[in-house]
């Protein structure tokens, strides 16, 4: 385990899907499992997906998304843990091709590589997922040891009410071995 007041080091990789939004939930059910928490997110996410000014009030550490110079100090420790949440269908095929273009993905396979638990929950719309290469990516991850939540395609059910998004099962996901 890293250390870092004592408390396990979870990274929460951020995508640009709608319900990046409400990541802050996340971070505070982390947190209330006393998870220290710092956050990366792929460069669209940056774009108003999600209140990156409250993302670091409430991790208390800035948010990433570029990559650091050499020279640069890690702004995290190593992480005990990986979520990521909303996991789109770009960064899941990426990452399963092990295309670490942005930091968000490389940091995603080098966790793989050292053998921190990832949690994924998908976000992905019901055409996108039943694309073939999307398929071989989930595949190809569960091989690898990650653990998937239900996909969410943010549908209506047929009362017309939009399903919340499970932020709390990423955590759930990770403490079941």
């Known amino acids: 385990m890293s250390e870092h007041a004592g408390k396990p080091f979870l990274y929460v990789v951020v995508c640009a899907a709608g319900v990046a939004a409400g990541v802050t939930r996340l971070i505070d059910a982390a947190q209330e499992r006393d998870w220290e928490v710092g956050v990366i997110a792929t460069p669209v996410a940056m774009n108003g997906f999600f209140d990156t000014a409250a993302v670091e009030a409430r991790t208390g550490r800035p948010l990433r998304s570029a990559w650091r110079s050499p020279a640069d100090p890690r702004p995290f420790p190593a ?29 995603l396979c080098e966790a793989a590589g050292l053998g921190v638990p990832v949690a994924v929950l998908p976000c992905v719309a019901d055409a996108l997922a039943a694309h073939p290469a999307y398929q071989d990516s989930l595949i190809r991850l569960r091989a690898m040891g ?17 399903p919340e998004f499970g932020w709390e099962r990423a955590l759930e996901l990770l403490e079941t071995p």
């Open 79 to 107: 992480p005990d843990a990986v979520v990521v949440a909303p996991a789109t269908f770009n960064t899941v095929n990426k990452w399963a091709a092990g295309l670490a273009d942005t930091l968000a993905v490389g940091t």
């Open 146 to 162: 990650v653990r998937f939540g239900e996909p969410y395609s943010g549908l209506p059910d047929a009362d017309g009410r939009s």
